[in-house]
């Protein structure tokens, strides 16, 4: 079969519309979660929405539902558990493991088929079905919705978080929030990338934008562009050779990652 032949097939279309809405969820939560420093954060919240996802594998539920249910859990839980920056790190690294852990015993005790276990930790295109692409669409919009409610105040609260608690910004109560916000994207590109390969998508594109401009409004649209040319540009790129989706992704991430850290060297070079 042709490219053009593929394009017109059901599945192919509806994982190329869950990688758009992914790509701009991603592109517009990355600079944030650079400047705040929280890749690894997002990779801890990626392991529990894998754990979520296992077990609604093995109870017979909609495998989206089950991410983000565990990715949810996992920012309520980091917001919680590190109220202190020192801690960050290791209640990170608890999470992880526990999730991981616990994601391998549930898959373990899955009797189906051995795809939809690969599928939770490296993506799979054909997992995604309209029932999943519906709740991927509304909790997007979700998510983008209470972005803009909370922009100015979390941005403030990001670059500078000392002076955002004495002008009586609720910064807490913020990082919760954002962290949820994180969760839930996370569990929604478990599905395209796999939780092992999340941060292609939500750290990578923004890292890029954020090395050729300092303008916060122009590394937003820079990463959501980077975002939606690794996530489109992957899937495309996988379907003719039938390459796994989640390689192609990351690659097409990691090139835009290493063309954008060179125009950077070139341009402090001309400064």
Request: charged share 10%; glycine share 12%.
């Amino acid at each position: 079969m042709t490219l053009f032949d593929l394009l017109e097939l059901e599945f192919v279309q509806t994982a190329l519309i869950a990688a758009a809405v992914l790509g701009l969820v991603a592109g517009v939560l990355g600079p944030f979660i650079v400047t705040r420093k929280m890749a690894f954060a997002v990779h801890g919240t990626s392991e529990l929405a894998f754990t979520g996802g296992a077990a609604a594998l093995l109870l017979g539920i909609g495998v989206g539902y089950g991410a983000l249910a565990g990715s949810i859990i996992a920012a309520v839980l980091l917001g919680v558990l590190s109220r202190r920056e020192s801690d960050r790190d290791s209640v990170i690294g608890a999470i992880l493991a526990f999730g991981l852990g616990m994601g391998i015993l549930m898959l373990a005790l899955y009797k189906g088929r051995s795809a939809n276990k690969f599928g939770l930790l490296t993506g799979q295109i054909v997992g995604v079905d309209s029932t999943d692409l519906d709740l991927l669409v509304v909790s997007s919009v979700a998510v983008l919705a209470v972005l803009a409610l909370i922009w100015r105040p979390l941005f403030f609260a990001s670059v500078d978080p000392d002076v955002a608690v004495s002008r009586g910004v609720p910064v807490r109560g913020l990082s919760i929030v954002f962290a949820v916000l994180v969760g839930v994207a996370t569990a929604l590109s478990v599905q395209v990338v796999g939780a092992l390969l999340v941060l292609a998508l939500m750290i990578t594109p923004a890292a890029a934008a954020m090395r050729v401009t300092a303008s916060p409004l122009r590394a937003t649209v820079l990463s959501v562009v980077f975002a939606e040319i690794a996530a489109v540009g992957g899937i495309l790129l996988s379907l003719q050779p039938g390459l796994p989706v989640s390689a192609l992704v990351t690659g097409v991430s990691f090139v835009i990652y290493l063309v954008c850290r060179g125009i950077g060297a070139l341009q402090r070079r001309a400064a």
